[in-house]
């Protein structure tokens, strides 16, 4: 079955699910502590959907099957040295994102290179674990604001040469919360900083835009246009 087809069956599902439901369901209407509105009832899910296919969340093992998935929260490999996401073999993206991440693979294979992801979608309630270890915004988002990670807009990931499989030297490894991994840091070897402005130039031409503290992190412009998830891992590979 192609990917336009699994796409179609799944909005089809998602969209019957939700018109011939119960009435009675979790309306996740609820504000948290900090005034947010964050969608944690798959019901609720199922409704935006079903008024706007893009908001569906997209399994990027699908969209982007020959991408590298090394995804470091479902190990404990990661700054919190501890397993935050299930074994799954996937992450995940709101479609319009996930497409534009695939055009950027694309991109990227016409030069003989590819994109390892690290993390895409990030449970809210994850968010707030993060905080609790790091609170400094620059490297960790506030949860009185949320993250592009938990509208599903978001991307963690590098470049791999694919005639070794070997990542870019990019100056610093996945979450190095120093200013070495600003972008406007400068004091590296002229090829980290040329692998930088690689990463940097393909990503926006697809759509997304830079945190400037991380060289890994990048959002797609119109995240507002999307709800704060809190729906479980489990929760969206069992609707796939």
């Known amino acids: 079955m192609n990917k336009l087809m699994i796409r179609f069956n799944i909005i089809a599902i998602l969209s019957f699910l939700f018109l011939h439901s119960n009435p009675v369901f979790s309306q996740d209407t609820t504000v948290n502590k900090y005034g947010l509105h964050v969608i944690s009832a798959v019901d609720t899910y199922k409704k935006t959907i079903a008024s706007d296919h893009k908001k569906i969340m997209a399994a990027l093992i699908v969209e982007i099957p020959d991408a590298i ?19 799954i073999p996937t992450t995940y993206m709101r479609l319009d994102a ?23 979608y990030r449970p809210y ?46 100056g610093t490894g996945f979450d ?12 590296l070897p002229a090829n980290v900083l040329q692998n930088r402005l690689v990463l940097r130039s393909v990503m926006e031409k697809h759509g997304f835009k830079a945190l400037e503290t991380e060289w890994w ?23 796939q």
């Open 217 to 239: 992190h990048y959002y797609f412009i119109n995240g507002k246009d999307y709800e704060l998830l809190d729906i479980p891992f489990e929760e969206l590979y069992r609707i």
């Open 125 to 170: 309630s994850v968010t707030e674990k993060m905080w609790e270890l790091v609170k400094d915004d620059r490297y960790a988002a506030d949860p009185k604001f949320g993250s592009g990670h938990n509208r599903g807009i978001a991307v963690d990931l590098t470049i791999i040469d694919l005639s070794t499989g070997k990542e870019l030297d990019m």
């Open 98 to 120: 996930s497409e534009a991440l695939s055009s950027v693979q694309r991109a990227l294979k016409d030069q003989h290179m590819g994109i390892k992801i690290w993390d895409a």
């Open 176 to 187: 190095n919360f120093s200013d070495t991994a600003h972008h406007d840091f400068k004091n």
């Open 69 to 87: 998935y090394d995804l470091k929260y479902a190990g404990t490999g990661n700054f919190m040295h501890t397993k935050l996401y299930p074994d």
